[in-house]
């Protein structure tokens, strides 16, 4: 049976890899011929072949998400071809320790001045019950682990 | 000029390549054989020649770091084909600011606290002056910037 061609214009990708873009086509609804730079972008760091098995093994209402992420990581890739977004993992990882750093001090001068004072204010009751959960880091991905010390 | 094989045993990116590992392979240093998954992974995500390219225009000393952080995001990307390492930037983006209102609230209850007692501490006068730094969210990738709120 043969695909018949796409209504509309040519996605963004169809349009770079130069080829019908057919009804049905998996780039289409996420690769809109106004934005080229978002295909050429995923197209250069992932490759059009991966991109397009990634999605046809994700269930359709997910494949806005990949496609975003996948924009995403792709750029950040392009202006950081040494770190790409695990930079920002690595920027985003000290600061939640830092700030917890920072947040365990200022909650220990709190308790010390309410044990002076024998005062403990609603605020500082909820900021002392929500320490214990801010130790969440995102997901250690085995031994490719990211440690940046930069 | 012929190239010579690799003394030693072929790197992991040759064997699953089924090439010959030649003197000077761009893989070899980062891609050892008794680590198979971590270029099959990285395979998987960018292809092999995505990532041979990249490579080479990456400066020697920084292409350890590449292939790791590539070897990062490849491992998020299997483990969760819809948001890859992007969802580990989005729960570190929410801790911050849970972490940043935190802290500001904890803050303002030492300054009431040392404003009825007139009363600085050193921890508490570190924690308001390094408050101000703490919005260094990670960099903003243009459209595709991550905006998750599941």
Redesign the interface.
Known sequence: MASSTHPCAPCAACKFLRRKCIQGCVFSPYFPPE?PT?FANVH????A??VSK?LN??APH?RE??V??????A???L?D?????????S???R??L???K??D??????I???SH?NIL?P??Q??GS??QN?H????N??????N?NA
């Open positions: 934005d978002k250069k760091i992932f490759g072949s991966n990634l093994e994700i997910q998400d990949a975003n992420s996948l924009a995403y990581e750029e950040a890739r202006k071809p040494v770190y790409g977004c695990v930079g920002a993992i920027v985003l990882q600061q939640v830092r700030l917890q920072e947040l001090a200022t909650n220990a001068d709190l010390r001045f309410s004072q204010t605020s500082s909820s900021s929500s320490v801010a969440v880091l995102p997901p991905y085995g031994s490719y682990s990211w940046y």
